[in-house]
DNA sequence: GCCGTTTTCGGCCCGACTGTTTTCAGTCG
């Protein structure tokens, strides 16, 4: 049982126990002990075996510690199990629906007998809801509408959700005595935010030894079909996967063929077509004749073009770009020299300042920002003015601790509802990195709500917009914004656009990170850390801005520190309305691109930060 | 249910917003 499917249990417990009414601590205690165990760095199931191994973790105390060790052992534990019985899982399921809290979805049990999905979309549809107390047609019009947003998402798993278990299974199978390729496939491999369910292709040893280790998997829950070329499962977490064995001469026809999408292999089909050839996932043909198979390489190539990464296969203009060669050649997590959104237990973070920074330079950093939240987020504890002041101070003295990574001081500054932000103009003049995002009244009318954020865009002090949409995948529609005009004042001002990387947000997406970069918005990459572990998150925006095309150029956070701290200095100039020309946020060539990462690393060695020796921000006063 | 503890039980982040009310409960973050 892996960290998150024991978290999942713990916030299940949470959830039964508050529709069930139960101490509101004891709650929060299963919730907190979630996320420890969530973004803890070492496996569960590990410490559970090792005498004491549970010991000393700040959440988890002896009862907890207790579950954890039955439920690795026997994959439940009591309180669950009896739990389950007064609550059903598909109960606990409805609370995730916007609007509806333990309260509400107690009040639908005992008054409606409400028991799944189905019984309240009858219950919707009879327009029933409205009757109930503590309800009205706007709370039944706002199910209505949760109910369509978690439609869309139904069936389908946040790609986090899936990759150490996709990744995990290919190395199962790929121990496999005589195994050379095994490689999880469609839409996975696509990157794709989520994913409906995973396609393994496997080549090399014998078929029959494969399937046998692949339904041998300790996360099958269910055999779904066996047979000699495909096998069919279902993981404990619902994923279904499917995996294919093929002969290795046609192991990269079967990659691609799987990997799809299937618009990109309709095209790809045509051009085959038009070389007098045919293409299936045995491999490419004329006549009888076999061309090529054994690589996806091969196969590309055979139709006269580039590689295509996965990534680009949505059938866009990307076959166009390979058969001319010009491909861009994307970025990777490896082009960061920074993080610039992440917040420490100073705010709502798990870890302390200093964890944080040091996780960050062991993450192979030149550079950060601490990025608290502001006082409007006060749940939070976010920051006010007086609080920013003390942290000046706080800042110096991490700096001095961690030497080797450059520390921005910075606050994630909350845009309020009229567009002004939740910080005074002194305060924010203390700051070097002020990231402003959008957390309330998210459901304002879209002119509202643009001409709120052009507002809060047009203060000379801002450097970026995290999450710029607010959506939460499966869960919150983005907020209505109109984003065109967004990005145009953005270029204009020299203010970022994030792509945050927290699984379930990846906002910008894909296709607005494409909007932004064609409207010469320069992109910034950030996990919005909450934890010391959520740092590998920054690989989930990374993939969005693969599958928007974009280049290291385009990101901010690939430049070398000297070089970005120029670039947000010439930002602040920028602070008075002017003729907007995109062309300050035009890509530098050659310096950043050489030799990625090449730096980050040496960089700790001897050279002193020079923000620790200056401790006003770079700008300030310009 | 966890933590801290001046060891055996008291304290545990709470403000904004919405929609329901007619003074506040429920939800969100």
Redesign the pocket.
């Known amino acids: 049982m892996r960290n998150t499917d024991i978290a999942r249990v713990f916030e299940h417990i949470a959830t039964m126990l508050?529709i069930e009414g139960a101490?509101?601590?004891?709650i929060?205690?299963?919730?907190?002990?979630a996320r420890v165990v969530e973004n803890h760095p070492e496996p569960m199931s590990t410490l559970a075996g090792a005498e004491g191994g549970l010991d000393?973790?700040?959440?988890?105390?002896?009862?907890?510690?207790?579950?954890i060790r039955d439920l690795v052992a026997t994959g439940t534990t009591a309180?669950y199990e009896e739990l389950k019985q007064k609550v059903p899982l598909e109960v606990v399921g409805l609370?995730?629906?916007?609007?509806?809290?333990?309260?509400?979805?107690?009040?639908l049990m005992t008054e409606l007998h409400v028991r799944n999905r189905a019984d309240l979309e009858r219950a919707v549809h009879a327009g029933k809801l409205?009757e109930l107390?503590?309800?009205?047609?706007?709370?039944?019009?706002?199910v209505l509408k949760?109910l369509a947003t978690a439609d869309s998402a139904r069936g389908r798993l946040l790609l986090h959700a899936a990759w150490e278990v996709a990744r995990a299974l290919a190395a199962h199978v790929k121990a496999v005595r005589g195994v050379t390729q095994a490689e999880p496939a469609g839409s996975f491999r696509r990157r794709r935010e989520t994913v409906g369910d995973l396609d393994l292709v496997v080549t090399g040893g014998r078929a029959e030894s494969v399937m046998d280790a692949f339904v041998a998997h300790p996360d099958v829950a269910e055999v779904l079909g066996r047979g000699d070329t495909k096998s069919s499962v279902r993981l404990v977490n619902g994923l279904q996967v499917d995996l294919r064995h093929v002969p290795p001469e046609s192991f990269g026809a079967a990659l691609l063929y799987f990997t799809g999408s299937k618009a990109h292999n309709i095209e790809l089909r045509k051009l085959a077509i038009e070389k007098g050839c045919s293409l299936n996932e045995y491999g490419l043909t004329k006549g009888e004749r076999s061309i090529a198979g054994r690589t996806e390489e091969e196969v590309y190539r055979a139709l006269g073009m580039d590689w295509i990464p996965p990534e680009l296969r949505e059938a866009g203009d990307e076959i166009t770009q390979a058969l001319a060669g010009t491909l861009p050649r994307l970025i990777e997590v490896s082009d960061l020299r920074a993080d610039l959104h992440m917040h420490t237990d100073r705010s709502?973070g798990q870890a302390t300042l200093e964890q944080m920074v040091r996780a960050a330079k062991a993450a192979g950093y030149e550079y950060c920002a601490i990025t608290e939240?502001s006082k409007?987020?006060?749940?939070?504890?976010g920051f006010d003015s007086a609080r920013v002041r003390r942290s000046v101070d706080e800042i110096a003295a991490v700096r001095k601790q961690v030497g080797g990574i450059h520390v921005l001081h910075g606050l994630e500054v909350d845009i309020?509802?009229g567009g002004g932000l939740d910080l005074d103009d002194d305060a924010l003049a203390l700051l070097d990195w002020v990231v402003i995002s959008l957390?309330?009244?998210?459901?304002?009318p879209k002119e509202e709500m643009t001409a709120r954020v052009l507002k809060a865009l047009d203060h000379p002090r801002v450097n970026a917009m995290g999450h710029p949409t607010?959506r939460?995948i499966g869960?919150?529609d983005p907020v209505e914004l109109d984003l065109e005009a967004v990005f145009e004042r953005a270029a204009e001002r020299g203010v970022a656009m994030e792509i945050n990387a927290q699984p379930d947000r990846v906002d910008l997406s894909d296709v607005n990170a494409r909007l932004a970069a064609s409207r010469g918005v320069a992109l910034v990459i950030d996990t919005d850390a909450h934890s010391t572990a959520q740092l590998e998150h920054i690989r989930y925006g990374v993939f969005a801005a693969r599958r928007a095309g974009l280049e290291p150029e385009r990101v901010l956070n690939t430049l070398r520190f000297a070089e970005f701290e120029r670039r947000i200095a010439r930002s602040a100039r920028k602070g008075t309305p002017r003729g907007g020309t995109t062309g300050t946020n035009e890509p530098r060539t050659g310096a950043s691109r050489k030799a990625p990462g090449a730096g980050r690393k040496a960089v700790s060695a001897g050279r002193k930060p020079a923000a620790a020796s200056k401790p006003t921000r770079p700008r300030a006063g310009q």
Not at 28 to 33: I, L, P, Q, V
Not at 136 to 142: L, M
């Open positions: 508050e101490n509101p601590f004891r929060r205690a299963y919730r907190e002990g000393g973790i700040k959440g988890i105390g002896k009862d907890l510690a207790q579950k309180t609370t995730e629906l916007h609007g509806l809290g333990p309260k509400r979805v107690k009040t409205r107390p503590g309800f009205g047609e706007t709370t039944e019009q706002n949760a709502d939240h409007a987020l006060a749940m939070a504890n309020l509802g957390h309330s009244r998210l459901s304002q607010a939460r869960q919150r």
